[in-house]
């Protein structure tokens, strides 16, 4: 059981602090709501389990066995709904999902059986487990245990932030671009992920790309900027603020939208460098140019 309470304690501890990342960069009421609940819930599974096995408490037992078997229905049901609702696909989401809520109710059981056997000790007059005084290991221990639940939370903060800005000038992107480029719009994703597009010519377009635009270093600088022959989708961003008066440039705007658009006539490229995935476009029709950056996905 000990095992049990290790493996249980090791994902739900850093799965609450997980949650907590996500609910700290929530912008919608129920988003945060529902990422906070999420992140108190492992976070009572974790305490419980700890009062559970150290401690030999029932009631944390308790609770722990109903949260468990009660997240294994759940996640369960929800993914026989899918099936049901015709999801065949068998991606890796699925399959962790239905993992997860088969562990939990694995685990769940595992609990109760652990329950039956603190009621009868319970009964033979056996005694909880208390914790007479408080020493210096177990403030060293919940010091680290803070730093380790607030540092998961950061990294994932950090690793999930976005920023977004629309219609900015040349100078305020977060990337060289070409020389005449105007009406930047961009959204930046953690330290990994950049989507930006801008007004341009052609001819600028080509001379950037050939001059060696950002990133594109040897050994990679023989990639060609080749003609579209098929679609490329590349991405807007727009916000709602009010249009500009006629004769005057649009006002820079924080972003509230994205908006996925094929490109049929113009230019592009891509390439690999390490770990990231970089892609440029040019859309003729439109005159403008697309430039992303992003975690390569093996």
Known sequence: MVLVAFVVIGFAFPTS??????????????????DLAYSLWFLVVAVCQ?????????????????????MGIVVLVVCVLNFANGW??????????FSIGLASLAFGLLTFVWLQGLRRA????????????YSL??????????????????FHIRANTKERAIGINREEAPVTLPIDASDVSYQTIGPNYLDCD????????????HAGMPDKLKPTSNISLDEINDTVKVARYYTNAPPAPI???????????????????????????GNNQYEVTFDRLAGRGFYRRQTAHD
């Open 17 to 34: 602090a997980y949650f907590l990342g996500h609910c700290l960069l929530a912008t919608h009421t129920i988003r945060v709501t529902t």
């Open 50 to 70: 700890y009062l559970a096995v150290v401690h030999r408490s029932r009631y944390a037992t308790f609770v722990l066995t109903t949260q468990l078997i009660v």
């Open 88 to 97: 065949t696909d068998l991606d890796a989401e699925l399959i962790v999902t």
């Open 122 to 133: 319970w009964k033979q007059g056996a005694m909880i487990t208390k914790i007479r005084r």
């Open 137 to 154: 290991i177990h403030m060293i221990a919940l010091v680290i245990i803070c730093a380790g639940y607030v540092g998961i939370a950061a």
């Open 198 to 209: 801008f007004a341009t010519s052609e001819s600028a377009f080509r001379e950037w790309f």
């Open 247 to 273: 004769g005057k440039p649009r006002s820079p705007g924080r972003g509230y939208g994205r908006r996925q658009q094929e490109v049929f006539n113009g230019l592009h490229a891509q390439w690999r460098i």
